[in-house]
């Protein structure tokens, strides 16, 4: 039998209902309700839940079975991809352009879907978990030109990804890569992508059951990881070592 959607009060610190309670037609469907703080935004990604809505919707809160995941070392790209990859000049680089990178997937346009769901109201959300050291943006380059981009949020040693685009061909794919091939080699195994789509499964992604990725993300986001800009950190790729 289906549950009842919960409702979700104003109170910066109320509780979400157990991930388990989700509904299962539209699956993972959750809570609606509540706000965009960066408190309440952290208090969901910790616990396996991210916020999903169109213009006119009332903020709705999901955890969907199974969860839809990369491992860091196994984004797969084809030997045609790498082969370009051999000759790109692109650079890979990070959170020089957050606010590009989330304004270009609002504005891109995506198979089956009509208007975007980062509204104004998500957008300075996630602008504020990146003036706090929480969320990130991967830019790929060519020159300066923006060509391609993945953001998301990171607590502890845990990359739960928010949208991508790309601005020409393969560049929402570098980005991943890159994105991949970082976290890799700090120790992050995992990058969230929420939900099934065939692009994610063509690049690699896997199925795990919502329990598992709980399980998984209640132990890295407890590492004790400092919530900071990743620029330095994350230095610069030529997109060719990704082939």
Known sequence: MNRRLVWLSEEADATFP???????????LLAAGGDLSSKRLLSAYRHGIFPWYSDGQPILWWSPDPRVNFRTDGVRLSSRFRRWL?????LIRADTA???VIRACASSSRDGQDGTWITAEMEAAYVALHRLGHAHSVEVVDGERLVGGIYGVAIGRMFFGESMFSGESGGSKVALAGLAHRLSEWGWPLIDAQVENPHLMSLGAERMSRREFVTYIEALTSIDEPAVGWQTRFGELTASVLA
Do not use: I, L, N
Not at 86 to 90: C, F, I, L, V
């Open 86 to 90: 051999r000759r790109s000049t692109w």
């Open 98 to 100: 957050f606010e590009d």
């Open 18 to 28: 157990p991930v388990d309670t989700a509904m299962q037609r539209p699956d993972g």
